[in-house]
């Protein structure tokens, strides 16, 4: 999810839903998850969200610890970049 909302930080809740091929109600669990956790953040535009991503925060799993998100998204986003025509 952090990778699709770097991807695109105006991302609506259903295409999150139908890029990770889970329910609305479970994105927006994931997402408050995400936001209590510190690890993105919300702004209302207009009637739509706007997401930002703390870059620095790290992974919360004990083997990844010590790394921070920024290492994922960069992978993701520059094999994106690269791929466009």
Not at 11 to 37: E, N, S
């Amino acid at each position: 999810m952090l990778v699709e909302i770097a991807r695109d930080p105006q991302v609506r809740v259903r295409d999150l839903a139908d890029h990770i091929g889970i329910t609305q109600r479970g994105v927006q669990k994931v997402l408050a998850d995400l936001y209590q956790a510190g690890y993105l953040t919300r702004e209302r535009v207009g009637r739509r969200n706007r997401y930002g991503l703390n870059l620095d925060e790290h992974f919360r799993h004990p083997t990844e610890a010590g790394l921070p998100i920024r290492l994922l998204i960069n992978l993701f986003v520059a094999r994106d970049e690269r791929d466009s025509p």
